[in-house]
């Protein structure tokens, strides 16, 4: 395992965690995988007092549009969808810029503009799904770990229609490449939504067996083992949403939730919230009386979501 896959220890924030609860425990990144719309963070429509451009009828009419327009309409319609739902907009419009943007083909209806935004840190970064009709603007914002359209816009049927593939950092504690969620999202009429049962070949793939790896100067063996569980949870987790094994991974979740370690503990936590059986329900309420604060609210937590969902 290179060094390189082991960034720095980033907190991008912390939720409700006690004071009492370890270093290692306060480091953990809140990311919820088991979130029903993730990576899919909200979706509006405005209407605008007047478009910046016209909107395009062919690539030849997008080609044509500077890159000025673009921002000019992306910022005005997140002002007004935020002015809509109740937030004062920023009157110096986002605070993000339009990194890079493109004019594509999703469905039988007009072009739509997929602009990759960036809030200030590459850790939030948007992909955002807009198409405009008359003075009406109808949009998605993904989130994204990364962003580069050349390489997550498929056109997996080849038909000219395209997908966009986005990868989802679990980044319990280091961002590296190995606890990746993929989904496939497809758009249709202005509704942007995970597909990726549609295309298991495409993964494929991500199902093959994981390489092992040793100890060098730069990873422990504790380090290793968390990746190589993030890497196995990924797994289990396109075994449920591509092929329907809804209980992938149970049998690991049950191993993992012995484990002294935080991050594989809270994926054990993750599994027993995605799967709808009783091994799992009962793995939460043991969880849910750890020793640890944080484990016992991160599996209350899961427990309530989970009732939720039924």
């Not at 609860?21 to 809140?30: G, T, V």
């Not at 921002?71 to 605070?95: C, F, H, I, K, W």
């Not at 280091?174 to 758009?187: F, N, Q, R, S």
């Amino acid at each position: 395992m290179k060094a390189g896959r082991c960034i720095a220890l980033v907190v991008l924030y912390i939720l409700g965690i006690s004071h009492s609860a370890s270093a290692q425990e306060q480091n953990i990144f809140f990311f919820r995988p088991n979130h029903p719309k993730w990576p899919i963070t909200s979706r509006w429509s405005v209407t605008l007092k007047e478009l910046p451009f016209s909107w395009p009828r062919n690539q030849h009419e997008a080609s044509q549009i500077p890159k000025q327009k673009i921002v000019s309409l992306v910022t005005g319609a997140e002002n007004a969808a935020q002015s809509d739902s109740g937030y004062d907009p920023d009157p110096n419009g986002m605070r993000q810029d339009v990194e890079s943007y493109v004019f594509t083909t999703f469905d039988s209806g007009p072009l739509y503009l997929v602009a990759t935004t960036d809030d200030g840190s590459t850790w939030f970064q948007y992909i955002n799904v807009i198409r405009c009709e008359k003075r009406t603007c109808y949009g998605t914002e993904i989130h994204s770990d990364a962003v580069d359209l050349e390489k997550q816009l498929l056109d997996l049927k080849k038909d000219g229609r395209h997908q966009i593939l986005v990868e989802e950092c679990l980044c319990l504690i280091h961002a590296h490449e190995e606890g990746l969620l993929p989904y496939v999202l497809e758009v249709s009429h202005n509704e942007v939504k995970d597909s990726s049962a549609r295309y298991p070949d495409f993964f494929k793939p991500r199902l093959l067996p994981i390489p092992p790896d040793v100890p060098n100067q730069w990873n422990s063996q504790d380090m290793i083992d968390d990746w190589r569980a993030e890497a196995v949870y990924a797994q289990h987790d396109i075994e449920r949403r591509v092929f329907g094994k809804r209980d992938a991974g149970l049998s690991d979740a049950l191993q993992w939730e012995q484990s002294k370690s935080t991050v594989i503990k809270s994926l054990a936590i993750s599994t027993f919230e995605a799967i709808d059986a009783p091994q799992a329900d009962t793995g939460l309420q043991r969880l849910s009386q750890s020793d640890s604060p944080y484990m016992r609210m991160k599996a209350q937590d899961a427990i309530a979501r989970k009732q939720l969902r039924r």
